[in-house]
């Protein structure tokens, strides 16, 4: 699902317990709670955007070419 937190966007990309989530950008980086070192996130802090049904594997590492 994408999702946002704390005015980041981005994928959930496990579940840790039945509480919390770890949340990954497009970059592959993790949104977290900047005052916490830990990944998880609260679920009841995450607010789901769109409904993906689908697994996202990978990322672009380059902008497109303009032909």
């Known amino acids: 699902d994408t999702v946002q937190y704390k005015g980041g966007v981005g994928f959930i990309s496990g579940f ?16 977290k709670n900047p005052e916490k070192k830990y990944t998880q996130v609260n679920l009841r802090e995450v ?21």
């Not at 789901?48 to 990978?58: A, D, E, F, M, P």
């Open 16 to 31: 840790t317990g039945s509480s919390s989530c770890r949340i990954i950008d497009i970059h592959g980086e993790y949104i």
């Open 47 to 67: 607010r789901k955007i769109h409904g993906n049904r689908s697994t996202v594997r990978y990322y672009a590492n380059s902008s497109p070419t303009e032909s």
